[in-house]
């Protein structure tokens, strides 16, 4: 009689399943056993990640005062001054050294450990490179690398110690474009695939919780660290705070998960 009554109302409760989307995805059956106690179902799910605040980008650079920006981060050194502006990429000048962009995303939706990473992209509003000096961002030549924090939850960067916390624990670099140069426009960028960054970051921790810190890292390509004759080699995105600002990361993926009645 109670296999009867869980037969009956289990398909009650997927129905429920689906209706919750919000909850769970997009809720497809894949296999069903009420015999079994449970089904098997796939889990969909396509997030859209914007930022929340403004110490969530900013700029810094990979040496400590007094160009370490930090705080909601725009580059103020830049004449004329852009504020709500990030600057990153490689600077000779005075500073020899890298200016990177950084941006920390909060994820609205596990991604278990089991999940399988579909797409995923990270997309900022370009506001154009610098143009001033010499050896500067060469268009359709020049590229970026994007790389992530190597944790389960980033927290937000503070302090330059922040910086130097990271530069020993991050993943593996993906190269903006995959492949020859990149035209840095003054309107929306849209990064190549960040499927390999975000699998990294599930597989190495066993998947992400909600609430968890993504914070993903765009820089020059670490080769111009040694090359002579730079300048201010860097590209220009939009801040929190730009009236122009338009910053997501997306994620697209599925899981598998048993459901009991
Ligand atoms: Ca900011
Ligand atoms: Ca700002």
Aim: some cysteine; glycine content about 10%; charged content about 20%.
């Amino acid at each position: 009689m109670k296999r009867i009554i869980i037969s009956f109302l289990f398909p009650l409760f997927l129905v429920s399943c689906i209706e919750t989307g919000e909850l769970l995805g997009e809720v497809t059956v894949r296999g069903g056993s009420s015999s079994g106690g449970g089904a098997v179902v796939t889990v969909s799910e396509s997030l859209v990640i914007s930022l929340d605040d403004d110490l969530d980008d900013l700029e810094t650079s990979s040496s400590p005062n007094p160009y370490d920006y930090m705080s909601d981060g725009e580059g103020y050194l830049h004449a004329p001054a852009e504020p709500d502006t990030l600057f990153c990429g490689y600077w000779e000048t005075i500073q020899d050294d890298f200016t990177y962009c950084v941006f920390r995303f909060e994820l609205p939706k596990d991604i278990p450990g089991n999940a399988t990473i579909t797409s995923a992209s990270f997309s900022v509003r370009g506001k154009g490179h610098v143009t001033a000096g010499t050896g500067n961002w060469v268009q359709g030549t020049d590229y970026l690398e994007i790389f992530a924090n190597n944790t389960d939850n980033s927290s937000t960067l503070l302090n330059y110690s922040d910086v130097e916390a990271v530069s020993g624990s991050r993943t593996s670099a993906i190269r903006w474009p995959s492949s020859g140069g990149l035209n840095w426009l003054d309107g929306q960028m849209t990064s190549p695939s960040l499927v390999s960054i975000i699998n990294e970051l599930k597989t190495n921790h066993n998947g992400l919780l909600s609430g968890s810190g993504i914070t993903l890292w765009v820089a020059s390509h670490q080769d111009y660290k040694i090359k002579a004759g730079l300048d201010d080699k860097e590209i220009k995105i939009a801040d929190y705070g730009h009236a122009e600002f338009n910053t997501t990361l997306t994620i697209e993926y599925h899981y598998e998960k048993v459901i009991s009645p």
